[in-house]
């Protein structure tokens, strides 16, 4: 799954969730594919080698491979999210960080925060938010909905225990 609880070290009773979305080719990958698409693409240009054709059909190929190469960049950009909700006796706090790097941050009791699941209605189908001092924000929207509908159950299991210690 892309995300992962952390417990704290015993001096402070927090824990903390990573949150980032599923990337499932890495750099080394990619370039494979690359080299690969490139390689297939240069078998349909040998016949054509020494003719005026070749030179007709080699910017497109080129164009095509910029093409997928420029979108793949953008891909892993996006990838670059994260979301990290920190949860203490007292407090949780939600922290995301965009692909361009600005932060947005949410806190609130944690005796008050509430763990809400949207089956429809939100931008994706089994939508997670917390709510609490007034505001609902959204945590893992980017994640698949098996994934959403398990961390729903993991928060909604980690906020009855924090209330029950209360």
Request: aromatic share 10%.
């Amino acid at each position: 799954m892309p995300y992962a609880w952390s417990d704290s070290d015993s001096t402070s009773d927090s824990r903390t969730l990573d949150i980032w979305p599923h990337r499932s080719l890495s750099r080394r990958g990619f370039a494979g594919f690359i080299l690969i698409t490139c390689v297939m693409l240069c078998f349909p240009l040998l016949p054509l080698l020494g003719t005026v054709a070749l030179w007709g059909i080699l910017p497109f190929l080129i164009l095509a491979v910029t093409a997928v190469w420029m979108a793949i960049e953008a891909s892993y950009k996006a990838g670059r999210l994260h979301e990290a909700l920190t949860i203490r006796e007292g407090e949780v706090r939600l922290v995301r960080t965009n692909p361009r790097g600005d932060r947005q941050e949410w806190n609130c009791n944690s005796y008050w925060t509430q763990v809400n699941l949207h089956p429809t209605g939100g931008p994706v189908d089994y939508y997670v938010t917390l709510a609490g001092k007034g505001r609902e924000v959204e945590i893992g929207a980017f994640l698949s909905e098996d994934e959403r509908k398990a961390l729903y159950g993991e928060l909604s299991e980690t906020f009855r225990k924090l209330r029950a210690r209360a």
